[in-house]
């Protein structure tokens, strides 16, 4: 298994070297099968909690819509159009620290009629939940939660102080425990360093996490880290490739932030990524599943269900 000593030299390796390898270990782990997913935002604004890089956060001023849970019939339109595109999981996500017992039931209701109706995979993401909330959510159809841990723990404090990294890892751990399975990654280009991004990468192979989602940072106008440079496209590749190394069997999930590449990501999924966020974001405008449908694959990949 690969350490970080042996990471770090991996990423002062020539570019062009580094993704052909990672994009080789990934046909040689994984195949060519492309796990594809949406999100939906399910409550929006109005957070008690400081992240740096969130529009959703009452701490700032951002001009984006804020409203309460969606209805159950509007989350189960939602899923059916995304069944139709083609994409083989729906995620609805909500603002805040976590849910409330009675909000979790009413998500659950609507989680309970699309399993039922449905053969789109549901995925969570509701925060800091209970392990009896998240037992409720597995018993309503939801096979995976998501959580991420954002960034490497040394790196956490610098972009939130309302939570902690390990309120976030031992939520993972209830979410398991409850027969959930698990996506967890984080953000690029806050601030961090490589080696920042190959500790994150590290605790997550820790956690045996399958799913992770790499997010490049959007800077939005309002919040702390709004006038951050944005990564350019090899930083991006560069890492990517070394989450691959590090994780050989995940699905890497190039996520949030993707619409900022001029190649809206061809060439990280040439480079070790195999997954992807498609379609809008949570409060930033996507890539549609059209253009990625074609673009994946032109790369030769097939859309699957990823069993991580």
């Keep these: 298994m690969i350490d970080k000593s042996e990471l770090l030299k991996l990423s002062r390796l020539p570019l062009d ?18 796990d594809l997913c949406t ?17 959703q956060s009452a701490c700032y001023r951002t001009d984006i819509p804020e409203y309460p849970l969606m209805g159950k019939e509007e989350i189960h339109k939602e899923a059916v159009h995304n069944q139709k595109k083609g994409v083989v999981r729906f995620s609805v996500v909500t603002s805040g620290r976590r849910l409330s017992d009675q909000e979790v039931e009413r998500l659950c209701d609507a989680y309970r009629e699309i399993s039922r109706q449905e053969k789109i995979s549901l995925c969570a ?19 995976r939660y998501h959580n ?13 102080t309302t939570h902690t990294q390990r309120d976030k890892k031992e939520a ?20 961090e360093t490589m080696e920042d991004r190959i500790d994150l990468a590290l605790e997550l ?17 309002g919040t702390p880290l709004g006038r951050q440079k944005p990564l350019d496209n090899e930083e991006v590749c560069r890492t990517v490739a070394l989450f691959r190394f590090t994780l050989p069997k995940a699905s890497i999930r ?11 990501g061809r060439q990280a999924f040439c480079s070790g990524a195999n997954a992807a966020i498609t379609g809008d974001m949570l409060t930033t405008a996507g890539i549609s599943i059209e253009t990625d449908l074609k673009m994946i694959r032109e790369l030769g990949y097939e859309v699957v269900k990823r069993n991580d």
């Design 17 to 34: 070297r580094l993704c052909e390898e990672a994009n080789q270990l990934r046909k040689e782990a994984c195949g060519n099968g492309f």
């Design 39 to 55: 999100i939906v935002n399910g409550k929006s604004g109005r957070c008690s909690e400081d992240c740096k890089y969130c529009a």
């Design 125 to 143: 993401s509701h925060g800091l939940l209970t392990e009896e909330q998240f037992r409720k959510l597995k018993a309503s159809g939801v096979e």
């Design 148 to 160: 991420n841990l954002e960034a490497s723990e040394g790196f956490f404090s610098r972009i939130c």
């Design 172 to 191: 993972i751990l209830r979410a398991r425990k409850a027969g959930l399975s698990i996506c967890s990654g984080g953000i690029i280009g806050m601030g």
């Design 205 to 221: 192979r820790k956690l045996e996490v399958g799913s992770v989602p790499i997010n490049i940072l959007s800077p939005i106008p």
């Design 254 to 264: 190039l996520a949030g932030g993707r619409g900022l590449l001029p190649d809206k």
